[in-house]
């Protein structure tokens, strides 16, 4: 029984880079700042021994990555001594040309060309295989470059032990969800959270929460819903909000089973102010977030929170001591509602283990996550990454405040 695991690297490279965050977009930059901000992930994969890397949709200076001879041939292969296969992503050589697909037989020839070696072909795999063979008899594309891909995907069978073990083992199927595995992902939720702000000064932490309470309010959309918890690529491409398509534990019912048994937990998704003031809450914890969503769909010009999540911040923290719990894929505008917060953490996408969420904010456990990723003020300092001069950020790369798990 193998239990080696071929990992991929992607989308090689500058992704994350595009201009103004378009998906697959274009991303215009020196090849210092390509190397510096883009390249280092791929150093720290091939040099554990990362199997494949799936090239990116996106074009470097105009240029489509599933034609880039140099990125992909005379750097990652040739400089980086990359010993795994290079995969393209779904139809990517069909965009390599617009509109894509347009001349197939020269997205053959500059993809293959360019050195990848494995090409997602969902559905129009004759042609693909026609026009290769085609190119291949013609001298179009040399054998030597057939080999180097039939060699590199072979050794990464070889090493994964298909040839001894062909098929998967569906032994294993039924752990998938088990017990076990769910105390896996809720210690990488309780170890990924970031808390940027404990406090309306450093004097008065507000977490750990107490767990023994008279009343406390939990609000917001995110605080009850699987769904936005999980985000996209959940079940479907696009996820789906709700409780229905995955199991697993809402933040809220984590506060429930985390609390002391005397304390009487009223959860309001969009409370009104009078119900907050009315509520005599020793505190409040508010859930709010992006919607579920993947790829292009999740392009955004503003990066706000959408309504009603600052709306219910504005309403439970201004009457009642408040944690805000953001749920999102990336960093968002909180500036304009960081001073009413007492305190404030970056839960990410959690995923089905809200347990996790509830065991750093009651303090089973410390808070330990620092940011991965610069936090900005305003959308109109991006792009702002470290060492720019004007880098002034909301909290800056790296950034976590830590608390120690109460005994
Ligand atoms: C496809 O691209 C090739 C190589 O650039 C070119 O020679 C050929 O004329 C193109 N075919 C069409 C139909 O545009
Ligand atoms: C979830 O399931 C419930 C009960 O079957 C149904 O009423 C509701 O419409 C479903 N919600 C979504 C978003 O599919
Ligand atoms: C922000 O952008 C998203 C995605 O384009 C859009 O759905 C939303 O309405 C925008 N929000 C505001 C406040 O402009």
């Known amino acids: 029984r193998s239990k080696k695991v071929a990992a991929c690297a992607k989308h090689y490279v500058g992704d994350g880079g595009t201009y103004m965050g378009i998906n697959a977009n274009n991303t215009i930059i020196d090849t210092h700042g390509l190397m510096s901000i883009h390249m280092p992930a791929y150093y720290n994969s091939i040099i554990r021994g990362v199997s494949t890397v799936m090239v990116s949709y996106s074009s470097w200076n105009g240029e489509k990555m599933h034609a880039n001879h140099f990125l ?45 070696d494995m090409v997602m072909v969902p559905f129009a795999y004759t042609e693909f295989i026609d026009d290769l063979t085609y190119q291949v008899k013609n001298n179009i594309i040399p054998m030597s470059r057939i080999d180097d891909a039939v060699y590199r ?44 702000k404990n406090g309306k000064s450093a004097s008065t932490p507000l977490l750990p929460l107490p767990k023994k309470a008279g009343k406390i309010l939990v609000a917001g959309s995110h605080a009850d819903n699987l769904g936005n918890q999980c985000g996209g690529w959940t079940i479907t491409w696009q996820g789906e909000p709700g409780n229905n398509n995955t199991a697993g534990t809402t933040i809220l ?27 005599e809450y020793d505190y409040a914890v508010v859930v709010v977030g992006e919607p579920p969503y993947a790829e292009t769909a999740g392009d955004n010009l503003n990066l706000t929170i959408p309504e009603p999540g600052p709306a219910v911040i504005q309403t439970v923290c201004e009457s009642v001591k408040c944690v805000v719990v953001l749920i999102s894929g990336r960093p968002l505008v909180v500036e304009p509602y960081i001073g009413a917060m007492d305190a404030f953490v970056a839960a990410w996408l959690p995923g089905s283990e809200g347990q996790g969420v509830a065991d750093v904010l009651f303090g089973d456990y410390g808070f ?34 830590t608390t120690e798990a109460r005994k």
């Open 253 to 279: 019912s984590a506060i429930k089973s985390t609390v002391d048994p005397g304390t009487k937990v009223v959860y309001d998704e969009d409370p009104d102010s009078s119900a907050v003031d009315a509520g």
């Open 153 to 196: 995907i072979l050794r990464v069978k070889f090493t994964m032990g298909l040839f001894e073990n062909p098929f998967a083992d569906p032994s294993l199927a039924g752990e998938l969800g088990s017990h076990e595995h769910r105390e896996v992902a809720r210690e990488a939720v309780r170890k990924s959270l970031v808390l940027l």
């Open 72 to 116: 992909i041939t005379d750097f990652l292969k040739n400089k980086l001594k990359f010993r795994g296969f290079v995969i393209t992503d779904y139809e990517g050589i069909d965009q390599i040309t617009s509109p894509p697909g347009v001349n197939y037989s020269y997205s053959v020839e500059a993809g293959i060309g360019a050195g990848i």
């Open 368 to 401: 330990t996550g620092k940011l991965p990723r610069t936090w900005f003020r305003s959308v109109d300092q991006l792009p702002m990454n470290v060492g720019d001069e004007h880098y002034d950020p909301l909290f800056p790369f790296g950034f976590g405040l």
